[in-house]
């Protein structure tokens, strides 16, 4: 055993190189690998060892910077407290990421007394409930700039936490006016400001939270975390249905407004006490390059790194598929919802029990994909999963046809088991290119990727349901005749089966297999250069000897 004082006395070490396994040792450096090469330290620390053993360093540790290694009795404190701090980061990043999906999960509870409102007391035409339904969404097609300003414009020293604040205060801003005053309810036009600007804050916080998860995940060596961000999604969509098909049953919308808005302020509390730096996730070099580089250099440097991420086939292609798997789909949402209310005038407890049942087959079916679908490669489950939300489609047939009265069903019971399965089909689809995405995300683009898939997303679903608005307007669906609403449906199922022909450009591969294969090629790649930088030194060292 060689104690820390003998080699702080000596500064002359003998070290002997050590080539990487690769190949035999060229003729020319055999001459240095049997003799010992002289260097100095200054202050050099070696790890003890229990047994008496020659010293020895990597031929390419020379270059890199000094490491002082703790002694037999720090190392077992220095590694319990490296313990404490992760196990206190996963607490807190499951309080802070666990209760912000749990609240986008919940936002169905005012959405469905929203829904209410504007289809019993406001009586909108249903073209008119869908488009304000879509419209709504327009600022969540504006999160790649939210990622791009998260990624490059630091507040108070952290990058995702502030954006956080500010989209759960302007969503207070929103819900609470609706809760307290008419005619921030009563008029169409001062409903609609107060609905964009609380999905503005939505989706801002939304742009902040997933690349949040995506960034610890990567940080912390943490793969698949946006399956566990689905279930408390998905949890909250459960609690927030069955809440709210009972609550519409006692109280009024505006209530419900109140209490959202309420959940809101616990949710800014919450994570006003949380600091980025206690997550492990704070970007110090990300503070170096701003306090160097202006906004828009910054600005400009994220916007170039995500154009060379989306250049990359491996990101470009499933972006691509899943984009226009949901754009091609008119949505008829508007339409069957009214259908629900006017002609089979359904209580609101049993539309919101069908949300409820479809958010338990959303939770069972992450919990499915988390312990087992991810080895199934790609093709096979998005193939799969799409085939069934084509088929689901005809659920809705079904029940416009009243087919299911001929097999003795009775309406309430059918909308309660099956209505909500094609919407939790079209939900769970986006997790395996979540997962996907976020595990090849660039480093440094996590805010930008994550919110630009997030973008093209809610794009594409706001096109269908303007698509759809168009099939219902040309077919002549309107609030009084939905004798064509059949026809319509079968549409949605033969454009939902479309996407089944391109599945040729999705890669075969399970996502483990390719991250696994991503890691590989990385470590290949860093023992190559490895092996190259020692005979690089040695050719230097055997030029200064003369050999």
């Known amino acids: 055993m060689i104690p820390s004082s003998s080699a702080t006395k000596n500064p002359i070490t003998t070290i002997v190189p050590k080539y990487p396994k690769l190949c035999s040792v060229p003729p020319l450096l055999s001459h240095f690998h049997s003799r010992p090469i002289q260097c100095s330290f200054e202050n050099q620390n070696l790890k003890a060892s229990n047994k008496l053993a020659k010293p020895r360093t990597h031929i390419f540790g020379l270059i890199t910077p000094r490491l002082v290694f703790p002694r037999e009795g720090n190392t077992s404190r220095g590694y319990e407290g490296k313990r404490d701090f992760a196990q206190m980061?996963?607490?807190?990043?499951?309080?802070?990421?666990?209760?912000?999906?749990?609240?986008?999960?919940?936002?169905?509870?005012?959405?469905?007394?929203l829904n209410f409102h504007m289809a019993h007391?406001?009586?909108?035409?249903?073209?008119?409930?869908?488009?304000?339904?879509?419209?709504?969404?327009?600022?969540?097609?504006?999160?790649?700039?939210?990622?791009?300003?998260?990624?490059?414009?630091?507040?108070?020293?952290?990058?995702?936490?502030?954006?956080?604040?500010?989209?759960?205060?302007?969503?207070?801003l929103s819900w609470g006016p609706m809760g307290l005053t008419p005619i921030a309810r009563e008029a169409l036009p001062t409903l609609l400001a107060c609905i964009l600007l609380g999905n503005l804050g939505a989706s801002i916080t939304e742009v902040a939270k997933d690349a949040l998860v995506a960034e610890y995940g990567q940080k912390h060596k943490k793969r698949g975390l946006q399956?566990?961000?689905?279930?408390?999604?998905?949890?909250?969509?459960?609690?927030?249905?069955?809440?709210?098909?009972?609550?519409?049953?006692?109280?009024?919308?505006?209530?419900?407004f109140l209490i959202f808005a309420y959940l809101l302020s616990l949710q800014l509390a919450i994570s006003s006490t949380a600091r980025e730096e206690s997550l492990g996730v704070s970007q110090q070099l990300a503070h170096y390059n701003l306090a160097k580089k202006s906004v828009w250099?910054?600005?400009?440097?994220?916007?170039s790194d995500l154009k060379l991420?989306?250049?990359?086939?491996?990101?470009?292609?499933?972006?691509?598929?899943?984009?226009?798997?949901?754009?091609?789909?008119?949505?008829?949402?508007?339409?069957?919802?009214?259908?629900?209310?006017?002609?089979?005038?359904?209580?609101?407890s049993v539309i919101g029990m069908s949300r409820v049942?479809?958010?338990?087959?959303?939770?069972?079916?992450?919990?499915?994909?988390?312990?087992?679908?991810?080895?199934?490669?790609?093709?096979?489950?998005?193939?799969?999963?799409?085939?069934?939300?084509?088929?689901?489609?005809l659920l809705d047939f079904v029940l416009v046809g009243q087919i299911n009265l001929r097999l003795g069903i009775p309406n309430e019971v059918f909308v309660c088991c099956f209505s909500g399965l094609a919407e939790t089909l079209a939900q769970f689809k986006l997790l395996p290119f979540s997962v996907l995405l976020a595990s090849l995300c660039p480093k440094g683009c996590e805010g930008s990727?994550?919110?630009?898939?997030?973008?093209?997303?809610c794009l594409s679903s706001i096109f269908g349901g303007f698509l759809g608005v168009g099939v219902a307007f040309l077919m002549g669906i309107t609030?009084?005749?939905?004798?064509?609403?059949?026809?319509g449906i079968l549409i949605q199922v033969l454009a939902a089966l479309l996407p089944l022909g391109w599945l040729r450009h999705l890669h075969s591969q399970p996502i483990v297999e390719k991250e696994r294969k991503r890691s590989l090629s990385k470590r290949s790649r860093k023992i190559k250069k490895d092996w190259k930088s020692g005979v690089r030194f040695c050719l230097c060292l055997s030029a200064r000897k003369g050999v």
């Not at 949890?235 to 109280?251: A, E, S």
């Not at 250099?297 to 916007?303: A, H, L, S, T, V």
Request: a positive charge; charged letters at 10%.
């Open 89 to 113: 980061c996963s607490q807190q990043m499951a309080v802070i990421c666990g209760f912000g999906y749990w609240m986008q999960g919940y936002r169905c509870f005012p959405w469905l007394a």
């Open 121 to 172: 007391n406001l009586n909108l035409h249903p073209s008119i409930l869908q488009l304000v339904q879509h419209s709504a969404n327009l600022p969540m097609v504006a999160k790649p700039l939210y990622g791009i300003l998260s990624d490059a414009i630091c507040i108070g020293g952290a990058h995702r936490i502030p954006y956080i604040l500010i989209g759960v205060l302007l969503q207070v």
């Open 227 to 256: 399956s566990y961000a689905f279930m408390a999604l998905a949890v909250g969509g459960i609690l927030g249905n069955l809440l709210g098909g009972c609550f519409l049953l006692k109280m009024p919308p505006e209530n419900m």
């Open 297 to 303: 250099e910054n600005i400009r440097k994220q916007i």
């Open 309 to 348: 991420a989306l250049l990359e086939d491996t990101i470009s292609c499933p972006l691509i598929w899943v984009v226009a798997s949901i754009a091609i789909v008119p949505t008829l949402s508007g339409s069957v919802f009214c259908y629900q209310m006017q002609c089979l005038h359904l209580d609101p």
């Open 357 to 393: 049942t479809g958010q338990l087959m959303l939770l069972s079916l992450t919990i499915l994909y988390d312990r087992y679908w991810k080895k199934v490669p790609m093709r096979k489950l998005i193939g799969a999963v799409q085939f069934l939300y084509a088929a689901s489609l």
């Open 449 to 457: 990727l994550t919110s630009f898939l997030a973008s093209t997303l």
């Open 479 to 487: 609030a009084g005749n939905y004798s064509k609403l059949p026809v």
